[in-house]
């Protein structure tokens, strides 16, 4: 099967919701401590938040997912117009594709027409880094769009699970390293939903990147998804629930803030406010997501992605005003309590 043809097969199926983890991505555990006297006036309270020193309307990272086959191009310029208008970052799936057939190119291309303006991340996948990235693929990755960041997305799981993924991951911190020194982008590493623990993370940090996303378990599984593709059948596989709870590799990761100079994103199963605002008060600085973007998009376009965006922009601010606080980057420890 083509790259193309997978691409198309991931979107289908993410956007169906039937291939989420069973394992919840920890936000469950918590509820936040309300406040009977928060002293606030709801008017006072902005969702504004800062991400590599650019400050953004909304903590919400729109996480890469799309690109690279017949329909992308329409689903990415719906995401890019969006992103532009509120003032939001989001990267564009795996540019693999784009390196392998040029003839893809505009699928990704139309996200800086449609944004002039706005932060877009670039995506490659580690196992591409692998003997390094040359210096022709990673202008390309990066001048095509524009890019005001470089993802670099691991993925072992995912591609242990396609007939016709990579199998070789020797490498790939060297090649992320490399990176690194390669060009003056920030580096943003991303699971894509098994998660990335404290031992992992600090290699990242030592290797030189900016930001972890920890695209913990939760969220999409996507071995399921691999599992589930027609020309990959595969329903007893035992790999499914593979992986770190995301709220569990946000705790990890957030230990290390104090000593490294790194931002942490929480992503993998963030399906509403209180999971961004549980996120934020044990640690993370910003949050992503895919499925439920997309899925909106998908189902309803634009106007569909503005309902979702109002509704979790109202969550948020309620929950803010209730917590007595001003800001995401208020949320602390202190605003959780764990479930007896």
């Given at each position: 099967?083509?790259?193309?043809?997978?691409?198309?097969?991931?979107?289908?199926?993410?956007?169906?919701?039937?291939?989420?983890?069973?394992?919840?991505?920890?936000?469950?555990?918590?509820?936040?401590?309300?406040?009977?006297?928060?002293?606030?006036?709801?008017?006072?309270?902005?969702?504004?938040?800062?991400?590599?020193?650019?400050?953004?309307?909304?903590?919400?990272?729109?996480?890469?997912?799309?690109?690279?086959?017949?329909?992308?191009?329409?689903?990415?310029?719906?995401?890019?117009?969006?992103?532009?208008?509120?003032?939001?970052?989001?990267?564009?799936?795996?540019?693999?594709?784009?390196?392998?057939?040029?003839?893809?190119?505009?699928?990704?291309?139309?996200?800086?027409?449609?944004?002039?303006?706005?932060?877009?991340?670039?995506?490659?996948?580690?196992?591409?880094?692998?003997?390094?990235?040359?210096?022709?693929?990673?202008?390309?990755?990066?001048?095509?769009?524009?890019?005001?960041?470089?993802?670099?997305?691991?993925?072992?799981?995912?591609?242990?699970?396609?007939?016709?993924?990579?199998?070789?991951?020797?490498?790939?911190?060297?090649?992320?390293?490399?990176?690194?020194?390669?060009?003056?982008?920030?580096?943003?590493?991303?699971?894509?939903?098994?998660?990335?623990?404290?031992?992992?993370?600090?290699?990242?940090?030592?290797?030189?990147?900016?930001?972890?996303?920890?695209?913990g378990a939760g969220g999409t599984?996507?071995?399921?998804?691999?599992?589930e593709r027609a020309s990959n059948?595969?329903?007893?596989?035992?790999?499914?629930?593979?992986?770190?709870?995301?709220?569990?590799?946000?705790?990890?990761?957030?230990?290390?803030?104090?000593?490294?100079?790194?931002?942490?994103?929480?992503?993998?199963?963030?399906?509403?406010?209180?999971?961004?605002?549980?996120?934020?008060?044990?640690?993370?600085?910003?949050?992503?997501?895919?499925?439920?973007?997309?899925?909106?998009?998908?189902?309803?376009?634009?106007?569909?992605?503005?309902?979702?965006?109002?509704?979790?922009?109202?969550?948020?601010?309620?929950?803010?005003?209730?917590?007595?606080?001003?800001?995401?980057?208020?949320?602390?420890?202190?605003?959780?309590?764990?479930?007896?």
């Amino acid at each position: 099967m083509s790259i193309k043809d997978r691409k198309k097969d991931h979107v289908d199926l993410t956007t169906s919701g039937e291939v989420d983890y069973q394992i919840p991505a920890g936000f469950e555990q918590y509820y936040f401590a309300h406040n009977a006297l928060p002293e606030m006036n709801v008017d006072e309270v902005s969702t504004e938040v800062s991400l590599l020193n650019r400050t953004f309307s909304f903590p919400l990272f729109i996480s890469s997912m799309t690109g690279g086959y017949t329909d992308a191009g329409a689903v990415n310029a719906i995401i890019a117009e969006f992103c532009e208008e509120h003032n939001l970052p989001f990267g564009v799936g795996s540019q693999r594709v784009m390196l392998e057939d040029p003839e893809t190119t505009s699928s990704f291309s139309i996200v800086r027409e449609k944004a002039p303006n706005a932060f877009i991340a670039s995506n490659i996948g580690g196992a591409q880094l692998v003997g390094g990235l040359s210096k022709e693929k990673l202008h390309l990755l990066i001048d095509s769009i524009e890019a005001d960041a470089v993802i670099v997305h691991l993925n072992p799981l995912q591609e242990l699970m396609q007939p016709e993924g990579d199998r070789n991951f020797v490498g790939i911190e060297k090649g992320i390293a490399q990176l690194c020194r390669d060009t003056a982008l920030p580096i943003i590493v991303k699971e894509t939903g098994a998660g990335i623990s404290a031992e992992v993370g600090k290699r990242l940090l030592d290797a030189g990147v900016d930001v972890i996303d920890v695209a913990g378990a939760g969220g999409t599984s996507w071995a399921k998804v691999e599992n589930e593709r027609a020309s990959n059948k595969n329903p007893d596989n035992n790999f499914n629930d593979w992986g770190i709870p995301t709220l569990e590799c946000v705790m990890q990761l957030s230990d290390f803030k104090e000593d490294q100079n790194f931002e942490l994103i929480a992503s993998g199963g963030i399906r509403s406010s209180q999971d961004i605002a549980k996120s934020f008060c044990l640690g993370a600085d910003f949050a992503a997501s895919a499925q439920p973007v997309i899925k909106a998009v998908v189902e309803n376009g634009y106007d569909g992605l503005e309902q979702l965006y109002q509704k979790w922009y109202n969550q948020l601010v309620t929950i803010l005003t209730l917590l007595g606080c001003k800001t995401p980057s208020e949320l602390a420890p202190k605003h959780l309590k764990l479930k007896q």
